[in-house]
Antibody
């Protein structure tokens, strides 16, 4: 069974750093892209970026380039999304999702994690 | 960037109703278009990929059509678990989701 299990909810203060995780199982982790998608409270879905764990090829949306860092640890079948300095506007639910196929269709997503709620408040 | 729009933004329907949702791309995206359902408080689920292909395990009441810049999602007989928000997404180059269509109970 394919599963993407994300780390738990976080409450942080502005200026703090954070790294959340997404562990994949039940499929070939190294050969499928893992994407991160933001959903702000009451809003829609925004594609942030993606990583190919096999060779750490990373693509960012221009809207998120420089704002977050995506990484992966193949040995742990885990992808990460991190912030160096959080802002209140980073408050959102963050989902990871895997690509349906191998190859370059990194935005074609089938299985999704349960989401990680990040709250940034002073 | 290619913008995605959906219509309507929300609709009210009853169990058993036929529901159609439209998605328009700002330019030709071929068949690189997916549909997702997001139930309240849950993660999105892939329903239709490549505009018209039913994802494994998804009920046959869901169907998709279209190509180029105009797409339609049809639910032939709405079920209680179908209430939620539906998103189209073009997935090539810069993946972009539509703004969503909220399906509410009448």
């Amino acid at each position: 069974e394919v599963q993407l299990v994300q780390s738990g909810a976080e409450v942080k203060k502005p200026g703090e750093s954070l790294k959340i995780s997404c562990r994949g199982s039940g499929y070939s982790f190294n050969t499928h892209w893992i994407a991160w998608v933001r959903q702000m409270p009451g809003k829609g879905l925004e594609w942030m970026g993606t990583i190919y764990p096999g060779d750490s090829d990373i693509r960012y949306s221009p809207s998120f380039q420089g704002q977050v860092t995506i990484s992966a640890d193949k040995s742990k079948s885990t992808a990460y999304l991190q912030w160096a300095s959080l802002k209140a506007s980073d408050t959102a639910k963050y989902y990871c999702a895997k690509s349906r196929r191998t190859g370059y269709s990194y935005g074609d997503l089938d299985y999704w994690g349960q989401g990680t709620l990040v709250t940034v408040s002073s | 960037d290619i913008q995605m729009t959906q219509a309507p933004s929300s609709l009210s329907a009853s169990v058993g109703d036929r529901v159609t949702i439209s998605c328009q791309a700002g330019q030709d995206v071929g068949k690189y278009l997916n549909w997702y359902r997001q139930r309240p408080g849950k993660a999105p689920e892939l329903l239709i990929y490549d505009a018209s292909n039913l994802q494994t395990g998804v009920p046959s009441r869901f169907s998709g059509s279209g190509s180029g810049a105009e797409f339609i999602l049809t639910i032939s007989s709405l079920q209680p678990e179908d209430f939620g928000t539906y998103y189209c997404q073009k997935y090539e180059s810069l993946p972009t989701f539509g703004p969503g269509t909220k399906v509410e109970m009448k």
